[in-house]
């Protein structure tokens, strides 16, 4: 089993920065993937940005130049920096591992509000 815990959610001013955190623990050498996904009210959840173990990475257009994800392979976190915030980046985030032959955990979400 793969635990995932999340941090750094939280209130912002459009244009500012929020730093997402996510922690995995139990059997992480499974994980062949880690992501960020969001939900906002009456939207289906999207994924904002997927960082694979051999490096490469993917972003979702609208995000694209404003966030970056990284990982900690090491210590199995994944980040996602979250620059120039706009009204529409809010929504519950929710930090993923994809592992192998056992499909996809959770974290239990992050709110993300972006208002002056």
């Known amino acids: 089993q793969v635990q995932l815990v999340e941090s750094g959610g939280g209130l912002v001013q459009p244009g500012g920065s929020l730093r997402l955190s996510c922690a995995a623990s139990?059997?992480?050498?499974?994980?062949?993937?880690m992501g960020w996904y969001r939900q906002a009210p009456g939207k289906q959840r999207e994924l904002v940005a997927r960082?694979?173990?051999?490096?490469?990475?993917y972003y979702i257009d609208s995000v694209k130049g404003r966030f970056t994800i990284s990982r900690d392979v090491i210590k199995s976190t994944v980040f996602l920096q979250m620059n120039s915030l706009k009204p529409e980046d809010s929504a519950v985030y929710y930090c993923s591992a994809d592992l192998i032959g056992d499909g996809v955990r959770w974290g239990q979400g992050t709110q993300v509000t972006v208002s002056s």
């Open positions: 960082s694979i173990n051999s490096g490469s990475t």
């Open positions: 139990g059997s992480v050498t499974s994980i062949y993937a």
